[in-house]
């Protein structure tokens, strides 16, 4: 190929290769300036509420969540209504089910109580025949006894047959009316609107009245019941705030006061039993859950507690970081430390138990600084 042919080919080639080499070096320029400008994403960062300090030194129990008032439901009629019991025919709630006041919970077979109405409807007819009876023998020896007929004796004899005879029908319309009571008894009902929190008989089980069927836990007031030992329960009287903790939601304090205590110490554990209340009751446990009491101390009331990697040091003060809520940006707030325990650093003032600090990596933070929150366990928080 001649020298002529060869530049015609090949240099247009080299050109544009040239060409396309500066593009693309154009274009990665161009990608490293905008990721250059490109503004960081927020650090994360943990936060989490201070807590009150009151209960460093709080003494601690654990107890049961239960309800203020609690029924021992029962069936108040036996098989007849006398010595013989009655069997059960159906059960009609579960554990865990809410009932009406009112509602149907068991029943009984009424087949002997049905049987025991007839016999008393009976029994009052034939008290009813015996009254008209001894009523018109009144009525007749009262017209003879106006015509000096029968003696003041046979017309008093008469007249007293006649009040058996009506005394006879009141008793036979009692009878009636317990009867219709019994009949009705047949049906265990609830008393009150509640949550069933226990069975104790089945369909096809013989039981006796009075006993026990089902449990039922009253809407409303909910408590949380501990045992205090003899030689602590001069320390405590109703009243005394407690803050109250749920194990399925540790960490979340509410508050609470002493509503009663026992009269006296149980012979086995030698314990009192204490009932602690909410003050509110919408933000109580479940039923049935385990709670921590606290009972605070009162040296250390109004204080908060925080962690130890927490504090931060502005011009040889101590300080702390609070995020806000809404925008997430950090600030610096100078607090006044009151004590340093094992559990964390105590401050007097500075901070609320409602507010959000950064808990770890303080040092790292500036101020105005936006932070993605996250908990303990490194998941986000909504704050």
């Known amino acids: ?72 439901l029962g069936f108040r009629v036996n098989g007849l209504g006398f010595s013989f019991n009655g069997k059960i025919k159906s059960r009609l709630v579960d554990v865990g089910d809410h009932v009406e006041a009112g509602q149907a919970l068991a029943e009984l077979d009424p087949v002997d109580l049905h049987l025991q109405l007839d016999s ?25 006894y106006a015509q000096h007929y029968v003696s003041q004796t046979q017309f008093d004899s008469q007249l007293n047959a006649r009040k058996v005879a009506q005394a006879q029908v009141a008793q036979a319309q009692a009878a009636l009316a317990s009867a219709k009571n019994q009949a009705g008894y047949a049906v265990l009902r609830a008393d009150h609107a509640g949550t069933i929190t226990a ?27 501990i045992a205090v030992p003899e030689s602590r329960i001069h320390a405590y009287q109703v009243g005394t705030p407690v803050a109250i903790e749920s194990w399925a939601d540790a960490g979340k304090r509410l508050g609470g006061h002493l509503r009663e205590i026992g009269a006296e110490a149980d012979r086995v554990t030698r314990t009192y039993r204490v009932r602690v209340s909410f003050d509110d009751a919408s933000a109580a446990p479940r ?46 707030a100078p607090v006044v430390v009151s004590a340093y325990r094992e559990q964390g650093v105590v401050l007097s003032h500075g901070v609320g138990v409602q507010d959000w600090i950064v808990t770890a990596g303080v040092h790292k933070l500036r101020e105005g600084e936006t932070v993605a929150p996250v908990d303990a366990l490194n998941r986000p928080l909504a704050l």
Not at 310 to 332: F, R, S
């Open 120 to 144: 008393v409807k009976a029994n009052l007819v034939a008290a009813r025949a015996n009254f008209d009876l001894a009523d018109s023998e009144y009525k007749r020896y009262k017209a003879m």
């Open 199 to 225: 069975i104790s008989a089945e369909a096809g089980q013989v039981v006796a009245a009075g006993q026990t069927i089902a449990t039922l836990a009253r809407d409303g007031a909910v408590e949380v019941e």
């Open 287 to 332: 039923l049935g859950q385990t709670a921590r009491v606290y009972f605070a101390d009162a040296g250390t009331a109004g204080q908060t507690l925080i962690p130890l990697p927490a504090l931060y040091e502005l011009g040889g003060k101590p300080a702390v970081w609070i995020v806000d809520a809404k925008t997430h940006q950090v600030k610096l």
């Open 1 to 72: 190929m001649s020298d002529l042919a060869f530049r015609t080919i090949i240099r247009p080639a080299v050109r544009a290769a040239a060409s396309l080499l500066a593009l693309m070096g154009a274009a990665a320029l161009a990608g490293c300036g905008s990721h250059a400008t490109a503004p960081p994403p927020p650090r994360s960062a943990i936060v989490a509420h201070p807590q009150p300090a009151d209960t460093i030194n709080a003494e601690v129990y654990s107890g049961d969540v239960r309800a203020r008032y609690e029924s021992q």
